[in-house]
T-cell receptor, first 115, second 111 residues
Framework: KAGVTQTPRYLIKTRGQQVTLSCSPISGHRSVSWYQQTPGQGLQFLFEYFSETQRNKGNFPGRFSGRQFSNSRSEMNVSTLELGDSALYLCASSLAMGSGANVLTFGAGSRLTVL | GENVEQHPSTLSVQEGDSAVIKCTYS??????FPWYKQELGKRPQLIIDIRSNVGEKKDQRIAVTLNKTAKHFSLHITETQPEDSAVYFC??????????FGAGTRLFVKA
């Protein structure tokens, strides 16, 4: 079956602009999580969505937002871009079976460069 | 808040030697501990995981151990090969729909 698909793969923006990234999860996966990856910082949790509801959020400013659609596809938006927002944004989908294992399957990521 | 510390940040071993990566978590409610491998330019992929009711799990050359009392868990790779070179991330899941990752360990296996 198809994996997790993220678009666009690469994008360049300038400070002050906004950006929208898209993530299509594996068919049947209803949970989508977003992570920011920067060198030396590992994977920083942004937020998680399930059935169109944000169930958890990381420690990022309000400029970072997201949403999930009824088909489980998710988007994240970053407004008023700053140089420090340059990163690889990864989304991951999972079955989210509640307690117990939460196996994440990652997309290839969207690499954002802010100039 | 929840935190996962991972050591070392860089590890260099000779082919055939063993490699050990250690992690510590802060949230005692954490009940699932996966390990992901990220090769250069690729996405992280799950290589092994362990649940809180298990102390050790092995899969061929890799094994994970968990000490719930000390909130420590470790990844052990034996008979390392050049293709093991990658960044390894430990993580902890509390059941609150949030997986927290360590900062990663860059493993170099020298042929």
């Amino acid at each position: 079956k198809a994996g997790v698909t993220q678009t666009p793969r690469y994008l360049i923006k300038t400070r002050g602009q906004q950006v929208t990234l898209s993530c299509s999860p594996i068919s049947g996966h209803r949970s989508v999580s977003w992570y920011q990856q920067t060198p030396g910082q590992g994977l920083q949790f942004l937020f998680e969505y399930f059935s169109e509801t944000q169930r958890n959020k990381g420690n990022f400013p309000g400029r970072f937002s997201g949403r999930q659609f009824s088909n489980s596809r998710s988007e994240m938006n970053v407004s008023t871009l700053e140089l420090g927002d340059s990163a690889l944004y990864l989304c991951a989908s999972s079955l989210a079976m509640g307690s117990g294992a939460n196996v994440l399957t990652f997309g290839a990521g969207s690499r954002l460069t802010v100039l | 808040g929840e935190n996962v510390e991972q050591h070392p940040s860089t590890l260099s071993v000779q082919e055939g030697d063993s490699a050990v990566i250690k992690c510590t978590y802060s949230d005692s409610a954490s009940n699932y501990f996966p390990w992901y491998k990220q090769e250069l330019g690729k996405r992280p992929q799950l290589i092994i995981d362990i649940r809180s009711n298990v102390g050790e799990k092995k899969d061929q050359r890799i094994a994970v151990t968990l000490n719930k009392t000390a909130k420590h868990f470790s990844l052990h790779i034996t008979e390392t090969q050049p293709e093991d070179s990658a960044v390894y991330f430990c993580a902890a899941y509390t059941g609150g729909f949030k997986t927290i990752f360590g900062a990663g360990t860059r493993l170099f296996v020298k042929a």
